[in-house]
C-alpha cells in the first residue's frame, strides 16, 4: 500500500457465502480491477460479516477460499491491489468497537438490510446483525478509502460510514477521510430472474432465479430461457411496467456494450426467444474467461495462500496505524515501543 495521500484509495468486499451471482458481479466485482490503475485499491473477503447469518464451519472455509479464487480471477492483480481475508486482519474488529462509540442505535435501527435480514431470519436476530454495519464502516475508514464501489444494496451502509466519519471528525479533529459510494450506472441492482422486482441474491432458495458465475453453458441458457418477462412480446426499456426484460437489457448492455436503443431495434419484431437466447449467449461468452482463469487458480492453493497471507499482513500493517490514532485522539493510553 502506497503512503497516504499518493493517491486516492479504494475499499470494498464481498461476503463468502456461496459462489458470487451475477448481481455481484455486475453491480461490483466486475468494476473493481477496472480501478486498479487510478487508486491504490483494498479488497476484501468479508467473513466476519458472513456470521451474522448462521454458517456451517467447514463451508465457510471452503467458500472463503473460492471467494479469494473469484476475486482474482475477475482480474485483481495482487501486484496492484490488496486482497485479504477480513477476519485474518484483526485491526477491522478493533476499530469496529471503537466506533460502535459513536453510531446511534436509532441509525442502525434505520437500515433496510438489517430490517429485511431480521425477518428473513426471524430465529436469529443477533446483535451481530444489528451492529454489522460498524463493522462495515470500520472496514472503510480504516484505510482512509475515498471511494467504495458497491451495488445499490450496500448504499446506505456507506452513507452511515460517512456520517460516523464526520461525527468523530467534528468531536476530534480531522480523521477519517469520508468516504463516497461509487456505483455502477448500469448494474447496480441486477434482480431476480424469477421475481424481477425482487433484487438477485445468493440466498435465494430458487436455483432459477439466479446465475452464479460458475454455471455452466447449460444452466445459463437455461436459466435465462425461463426468465420471468411480461406478456407484450416487445423488448423494450422500461423498469416501471417491463422489470424482467429491462433487467435482462441491463444486463446484455454490460456484456455487448449496446445501448438500451440498439438493443430495441436489434430485437425489432424478434420476440423474446430470440432475445432471451442472445443475452444468455452473451453471459456465457462473457463469463468464459472468468471461469477459465478461476479452475486455474482454484487448483493452485499455495499460490492463493500467498497471495491472501501477503495481503493480511500488508492491510494488517496499514490498519494498525489508523487504530493507533484514534486511540491516541480518544485517551487510550499508548505507551512508547
Ligand atoms: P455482499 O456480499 O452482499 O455483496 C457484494 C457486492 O455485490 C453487490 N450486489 C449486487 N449488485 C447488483 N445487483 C445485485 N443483485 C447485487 N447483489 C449484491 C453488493 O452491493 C456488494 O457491493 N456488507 C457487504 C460486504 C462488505 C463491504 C465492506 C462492502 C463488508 N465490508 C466494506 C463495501 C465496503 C455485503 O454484504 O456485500
Avoid at 444494496?153 to 456520517?163: C, F, G, I, P, T
Avoid at 432459477?208 to 460458475?214: D, P, Q, R, S
Avoid at 438493443?263 to 437466447?277: C, H, N, P, Q, V
Wanted: charged residues 25%; aromatic residues 10%.
Amino acid at each position: 500500500m502506497e503512503k497516504d495521500n499518493a493517491r486516492q484509495r479504494v475499499l470494498s468486499g464481498i461476503q463468502p457465502t456461496g459462489t458470487f451471482t451475477l448481481g455481484n458481479y455486475l453491480g461490483a466485482v466486475r468494476n473493481w480491477p477496472l480501478l486498479q490503475n487510478e487508486y491504490d485499491c483494498v479488497y476484501m473477503i468479508a467473513d466476519q460479516h458472513s456470521i451474522t447469518v448462521k454458517q456451517e464451519p467447514k463451508l465457510l472455509r471452503q467458500r472463503t477460499l473460492e471467494a479469494g479464487a473469484m476475486l482474482l480471477a475477475s482480474g485483481i492483480d495482487p501486484d496492484k491491489s490488496l486482497v485479504f481475508i477480513q477476519s485474518q486482519n484483526p485491526a477491522h474488529s478493533q476499530l469496529s468497537w471503537a466506533l460502535s462509540c459513536y453510531t446511534m442505535f436509532g441509525e442502525l435501527s434505520r437500515m433496510t438490510q438489517y430490517k429485511d435480514k431480521s425477518a428473513k431470519h426471524a430465529d436469529n436476530i443477533n446483535a451481530g446483525l444489528f451492529t454489522y454495519p460498524v463493522l462495515m464502516a470500520a472496514d472503510i475508514l480504516i484505510y482512509n478509502a475515498h471511494k467504495v464501489p458497491v451495488g445499490a444494496d450496500q448504499k446506505q451502509h456507506v452513507e452511515l460510514a460517512r456520517d460516523i466519519a464526520t461525527r468523530f471528525n467534528n468531536l476530534y479533529g480531522e480523521t477519517f477521510v469520508l468516504p463516497e459510494n461509487l456505483n455502477p450506472k448500469v448494474g447496480a441492482k441486477i434482480m431476480s430472474l424469477q421475481e424481477p422486482t425482487k433484487k438477485m441474491s445468493k440466498s435465494d432458495t430458487n436455483e432459477k432465479a439466479t446465475i452464479l458465475l460458475l454455471d455452466d453453458e447449460t444452466k445459463i441458457m437455461k436459466k435465462f430461457k425461463s426468465a420471468v418477462t411480461d406478456s407484450e412480446n416487445c423488448v423494450r426499456y422500461d423498469v416501471e411496467n417491463k422489470p424482467g426484460i429491462s433487467n435482462l437489457m441491463g444486463i446484455y448492455n454490460v456484456f455487448t456494450g449496446k445501448s438500451f436503443e440498439e438493443i430495441e431495434k436489434e430485437f425489432d419484431g424478434l420476440g423474446y426467444g430470440a432475445f432471451k437466447e442472445a443475452v444468455g449467449t452473451s453471459v456465457v461468452e462473457g463469463l468464459r474467461p472468468f471461469q477459465t482463469k478461476y479452475n486455474d487458480i482454484i487448483s493452485d492453493k499455495a499460490y492463493l495462500q500467498k497471495v491472501l497471507t501477503e495481503g493480511a499482513e500488508k492491510s494488517y500493517a496499514y490498519a494498525m496505524r489508523t487504530v493507533r490514532k484514534v486511540y491516541k485522539k480518544i485517551g487510550f493510553v499508548q505507551f512508547d515501543k
